[in-house]
């Protein structure tokens, strides 16, 4: 609870601050807009902060959304209809986790070394999928390849981002409400089944959850599958509400930032600690600091150097945490 009253109190000084250092940065379709991304950030912050609490990691998602947002470009330019085509990339995110939790949970692989290996992986796949549209694509190349996808791509829009179907005008933040919604089924899980029990207790003590009678590979595995078909939806937006999308840079650093959210938002790096209303707030905080940033003048390279430093304090503060919890044993 410390931890979230500190957040929200974080978010209050950051919005208070927005609003004062420009009369346009406190108009609605600002805010609407730094909304949107808070809740594409959001959505990719759940399935990592679930990782987190079984004491897992996972650096891949980054790629992932990269990787799936060229897929389903390409996949609608190649003929797949949009309305296809998104529950394809969800499963092609999935698919990953899949493979990501058999890699970690059967060999007992380190999930810093798989996920490191499948971030170079799955951005080096996503410039192979690219390569017929020579690294490039977007929903104006898809409906000029596909006229007929126009309309279902300009529905999709609105619904999954807010956008006008006419003249693509931010009306609503949309991606903000998904991650609402999307994080009241989590917290339903987290906090209201057993599922979410066996989560904590694995992430505060494996031994003891397998003694327990929890069958921890089985729950390690559903969880990296979630958090990559949480990565692969947000692909999906990112696609959507990007003019288009390149294979290079496609995704680039959300696994820092959906780590950053979670720890934020009170995750601890050690596991077994998190709630649902945590990861929505953790996640709002970087994307209304780089709306500051850019209404301050600064430049954008202030925002690695707050990342870092709050992973840092997060690991300290966990460290400090853990020795505390010893002394009073």
């Given at each position: 609870?410390t931890?979230i009253l500190?957040v929200?109190g974080?978010l209050?000084v ?5 609003i004062?250092?420009?009369?346009n940065a406190?108009?609605?379709d600002?805010?609407?807009?730094v909304?949107?991304?808070q809740g594409?950030?959001g959505v990719?912050t759940?399935?990592?902060?679930l990782?987190?609490?079984v004491?897992?990691i996972?650096?891949?998602v980054g790629a992932?959304?990269g990787?799936?947002?060229v897929?389903f470009?390409?996949l609608?330019?190649d003929?797949v209809?949009p309305?296809?085509a998104?529950p ?7 698919m990953?986790g899949l ?5 970690i949970?059967r060999?007992?692989?380190q999930?810093?070394?798989v ?7 799955f951005?080096g796949i ?9 690294g490039t ?23 999954l981002?807010g956008k006008a179907p006419?003249d693509?005008?931010l009306?609503f933040p949309?991606q903000?409400?998904l991650?609402?919604?999307?994080a009241a089924v989590v917290?339903f899980?987290?906090?209201?089944t057993?599922y979410?029990?066996y ?9 003891a ?9 089985r729950?390690?595995v559903?969880?990296?599958?979630v958090c990559s078909?949480?990565a ?5 937006l990112?696609?959507?509400d990007a003019?288009?999308?390149q294979?290079?840079n ?7 930032y959906a780590i ?5 938002g009170?995750?601890s790096?050690?596991?077994g ?10 996640a709002m905080v970087?994307?209304l600091l780089?709306?500051?940033v ?6 954008n ?6 990342i ?6 997060g690991?300290?503060?966990d460290e400090?945490?853990?020795?505390r919890?010893?002394?009073h044993?």
């Amino acid at each position: 609870m410390t931890r979230i009253l500190g957040v929200l109190g974080l978010l209050v000084v950051l919005y208070s601050a927005l609003i004062a250092s420009d009369p346009n940065a406190g108009r609605p379709d600002n805010l609407t807009s730094v909304a949107n991304l808070q809740g594409r950030y959001g959505v990719v912050t759940l399935g990592a902060a679930l990782v987190i609490i079984v004491g897992g990691i996972d650096l891949s998602v980054g790629a992932v959304v990269g990787c799936a947002a060229v897929l389903f470009g390409v996949l609608m330019h190649d003929g797949v209809h949009p309305y296809v085509a998104v529950p394809l990339v969800v499963l092609f995110g999935g698919m990953i986790g899949l493979t990501n939790g058999l890699l970690i949970t059967r060999l007992k692989l380190q999930p810093f070394l798989v996920t490191l290996c499948g971030m170079f992986i799955f951005r080096g796949i996503a410039r192979l999928i690219a390569q017929p549209v020579r690294g490039t694509v977007g929903i104006t190349s898809v409906i000029e390849a596909q006229r007929e996808f126009n309309d279902p791509l300009r529905t999709l829009r609105y619904l999954l981002i807010g956008k006008a179907p006419s003249d693509g005008e931010l009306l609503f933040p949309a991606q903000f409400i998904l991650l609402l919604i999307l994080a009241a089924v989590v917290g339903f899980f987290l906090h209201r089944t057993a599922y979410g029990r066996y989560w904590y207790a694995i992430g505060h003590s494996e031994l003891a959850a397998k003694y327990a009678g929890v069958n921890v590979n089985r729950q390690r595995v559903s969880i990296y599958v979630v958090c990559s078909a949480l990565a692969g939806f947000g692909g999906i937006l990112l696609f959507l509400d990007a003019p288009s999308v390149q294979s290079d840079n496609a995704g680039n650093a959300y696994e820092l930032y959906a780590i950053l959210g979670a720890v934020l938002g009170g995750c601890s790096l050690r596991g077994g600690e998190g709630t649902a209303v945590g990861m929505v707030l953790g996640a709002m905080v970087l994307p209304l600091l780089e709306n500051l940033v850019t209404f301050q003048g600064a430049k954008n390279d202030v925002i690695p150097v707050v990342i870092g430093m709050t992973l840092l304090f997060g690991a300290i503060v966990d460290e400090l945490i853990r020795q505390r919890s010893r002394v009073h044993r």
